[in-house]
């Protein structure tokens, strides 16, 4: 197969240098293409904005009104050559999709000058054209080495002659921070100002290219960090179209695990799906005319497989969340982690796009800006804390009565904890991936360690012992772990205003339904994770079924609240639910715009702090490290 690879591209350069003959009719006048410097090529990249110039042997006597089109296409654009001249140019046409044929062949960049009355041909000329250049944005914890299957002379792309960039790489500048894995407690940069390095990376690859538009390819938070690009950075587009692997769209609650013991602030609260629903996608809505095309892993369909999102899920990101705003979405069942490795996802679903001729680059309109209602995930107290060598911690986890789904995620700093569950009738459990959805992912740079799953499971107290190994480092380990669950009591939870300026009041509210019923709260504790990475724990006031209570927005910056409210079912049992939200505090005088803070948009983005959404994104080659 990569010798076939190899053949294809040598074979693609060949014809791209290899003019095509041109018939008699065509050959009596002569077709220019001129770039927006006023100058003349034989040469352009796919994408440029040209204005096409025809010109004949001789001035015409009546005025002449001239298509200009590729064989078998409708009219490109028009221009009429006057009583007496000999010549005419068009208006600027974007050349997006010359390079790629109906078919896919490349390289036939073929321009034809018909008559309008009658068709009859009156120039042609075959242009040396290039295809575009493919910039690709990693995720959250990676780096451009997550783009490797991609590059080099054996990469997916250069079998077919497409030149492929990722953001960090070093050819041009411009290095992303979703996180750096040697030091997780560092800030990240937020998504605005890792959209602002993506623009200033496409402006070095036009700039070493010659290339005016480029596709770019990203997976995970990297499909995020390119929306805030082309909505909000990007000012005259030069986006062709942007390719989405596993995408977030909607968050995913998988984030809340890193982000509750404080780690890779505020790229973890800025995953979450409170964040991306309620406060991005209704800021960051504007494509000006980019296609944005997502691909949604869809391997896993059973629920007690999937440890914090609903199914189908790729594991991190759920199928639901890929396609939470308008989009085109192809599924395909391939795992979070392998999307941006897979042979398979680039020859089903990205190939095709980046071939994609003239006629499938339709300028796409804004989506409404409505933002959907939340799916209101329900999760158990959320439980943190260390493990120290040689030691072990045990965690109680109420099930209450009528859950039909609870599902378990475990972060692990280390991931070297053992974990042994005791059922609700005092049973150890031995968990495998058969019947319990036992998953580990043994990688760095995912959301969670190891989760697992239990259909029906008994209500009662469950019981979670986490235990050191041999591969815990002699300072122990921090861990996170949350079980979330489908059936039983909901929690509803809001903030309100989510883009508060400093100083002004957040007004929280809850309650805990089970049916058409409000439940008596016995208790209610929130977290509120601030900017620097403070935690201020507050105990709200109980008003029956109800909580309302206030927060006091400080300095500008993305606060994460963690709400654990407590109740009893009819029986007694006790229930426990929690609410992961988000508020983001505005600059003064910008309550309620999300403005892009911080960052200057230019060369002066080379001040960013380098290293390298969603979870599960690794530097791993093509072996996989993930059992289930």
């Given amino acids: 197969m990569k010798a076939l690879r190899i053949l294809l591209g040598l074979w693609v350069a060949l014809l791209t240098l290899t003019p095509l003959p041109l018939s008699a009719s065509a050959a009596a006048g002569r077709i220019d293409a001129i770039r927006r410097d006023g100058s003349t090529s034989p040469r352009f990249t796919d994408g440029d904005l040209l204005r096409l110039r025809v010109t004949l042997p001789e001035a015409v006597t009546l005025p002449l009104a001239v298509d200009f089109a590729r064989p078998g296409n409708p009219s490109l654009a028009s221009c009429t050559i006057e009583t007496g001249q000999a010549a005419c140019e068009t208006s600027p046409v974007s050349s997006l999709g010359w390079y790629w044929d109906a078919a896919g062949d490349p390289g036939r960049a073929t321009i034809e000058a018909r008559r309008q009355d009658s068709g009859d041909v009156l120039a042609g000329t075959v242009f040396d054209a290039s295809p575009r250049p493919v910039v690709m944005v990693h995720g959250f914890a990676s780096s451009w080495e997550a783009w490797t299957t ?241 030691a072990s911690t045990e965690l109680t986890i109420p099930i209450d009565p009528g859950i039909s789904l609870a599902s378990f995620a475990l972060y692990d700093t280390s991931r070297s904890l053992q974990v042994a569950v005791t059922g609700a009738s005092g049973r150890t459990i031995e968990l495998d991936s058969e019947h319990n959805g036992l998953v580990v992912v043994d990688d760095p740079e995912a959301l969670f360690y190891l989760g697992y799953g239990f259909q029906d499971p008994k209500p009662g107290l469950w019981r979670v012992r986490l235990t050191s190994t041999a591969s815990t480092p002699p300072g122990g380990a921090d861990y996170a772990l949350a079980a979330r669950f489908a059936g039983g009591a909901e929690l509803i939870a809001t903030i309100d205003p989510l883009l508060p300026s400093g100083g002004k009041p957040v007004r929280l509210a809850a309650h805990l339904r089970l049916g058409s019923q409000d439940l008596a709260l016995h208790s209610a504790v929130a977290s509120v994770q601030r900017p620097d990475g403070s935690i201020d724990t507050l105990t709200l006031e109980v008003d029956g079924s109800q909580i309302e209570a206030e927060v006091r927005a400080g300095p500008a910056g993305l606060y994460g609240v963690d709400l654990l409210v407590t109740a009893s079912a009819s029986d007694g049992a006790l229930i426990e639910r929690s609410a992961f939200l988000a508020f983001e505090v505005q600059p003064e005088g910008k309550e309620g715009f999300l403005p892009l803070v911080g960052i200057g948009v230019g060369v002066g983005l080379a001040l960013l702090a380098a290293a390298g959404v969603i979870g599960i994104q690794h530097r791993r080659k093509r072996d996989s490290r993930t059992s289930r």
């Avoid at 602030?265 to 095309?293: C, D, K």
């Avoid at 989009?327 to 095709?352: G, K, T, Y």
């Avoid at 300028?363 to 040689?390: C, M, N, T, Y």
């Fill in 150 to 390: 991609y590059l080099g002379p054996d990469g997916y792309l250069a079998a077919y002659g497409i030149p492929g960039f990722a953001v960090g790489d070093g050819r041009v500048p411009g290095k992303l921070n979703t996180g750096d894995l040697a030091q997780p407690t560092e800030t990240t940069n937020t998504l605005l100002e890792n959209a602002a390095v993506v623009g200033e990376y496409i402006a070095g690859v036009k700039r070493l290219t010659g290339a005016e538009m480029v596709d770019l390819v990203a997976h995970s938070m990297g499909g995020l960090i390119s929306r805030a690009y082309i909505g909000r950075v990007m000012t005259e587009r030069d986006v062709a179209q942007l390719i989405m692997l596993g995408s977030p769209m909607a968050g995913t609650d998988c984030a809340n695990l890193p982000a509750a013991l404080g780690l890779y602030l505020p790229a973890t609260l800025e995953l979450r799906p409170s964040y991306v629903r309620s406060i991005f996608n209704g800021q960051v809505t504007e494509r000006r005319g980019v296609a944005f095309h997502a691909l949604a892993g869809v391997p896993i369909l059973e629920g007690f497989k999937s440890p914090c999102t609903d199914v189908p899920t790729d594991l991190a990101v759920s199928l639901s969340s890929v396609t939470a705003i308008p989009l085109d979405a192809v599924r395909l069942p391939i795992l979070h982690m392998e999307l941006n490795l897979s042979a398979q996802a680039f020859d089903e679903f990205v190939l095709p796009l980046l071939q994609a001729p003239a006629a499938s680059f339709v300028a796409q309109p804004d989506p409404s800006s409505a933002i959907p209602p939340a799916e209101e995930v329900q999760f158990s107290r959320l439980f943190k804390g260390h493990v120290d060598d040689g």
